[in-house]
């Protein structure tokens, strides 16, 4: 089963536990999944996309856990943590900082890189080659930082 009919039977799940907060969460996520089938008229969605859909949620859920704690409102910190623990049963585990040294290495190798100006055809190639798998971010420090010595 994939990721898209998961939701949809967990969102069932969630109904008849009478689950609110989980079951607010997966309709989020199911609206965003319904939102990018409307973009070409398919009937589901392939794991990557969905995986692709979930990270940005991810990333709105960590902005507004910052912004809401930043305002003294945790309150709705708590209830967006919430959500984002839902949004994460579903993304796989992403690379450590470790192995994703060992890609950018071999990714600055393969593009034959020397010089920080050239961070973008690193980043090209490893997010070509590992997007989902690693943190971005960490990617570009790591990049940063072999490229400058």
Do not use: Y
């Amino acid at each position: 089963m994939g990721i898209f009919e998961s939701v949809s039977a967990q969102m069932n799940e969630a109904r008849k536990a009478r689950d609110e907060t989980r079951l607010g969460a997966l309709q989020g996520i199911r609206a965003a999944f319904l939102n990018e089938l409307k973009k070409d008229n398919s009937t589901t969605l392939p794991d990557e996309v969905c995986i692709a859909l979930l990270r940005k949620l991810e990333k709105q859920r960590q902005e507004s856990i910052d912004a809401f704690t930043n305002v003294g409102r945790a309150e709705r910190a708590d209830a967006e943590r919430a959500e984002l623990c839902v949004i994460q049963t579903f993304l796989p585990q992403l690379a450590d900082e470790a192995t994703t040294r060992r890609w950018v290495e071999d990714a600055i190798t393969a593009s034959g890189a020397t010089s920080q100006k050239e961070i973008g055809k690193v980043m090209g190639a490893l997010m070509k080659a590992h997007k989902g798998e690693m943190d971005g971010n960490v990617a570009r420090r790591i990049a940063s930082e072999l490229l400058q010595a």
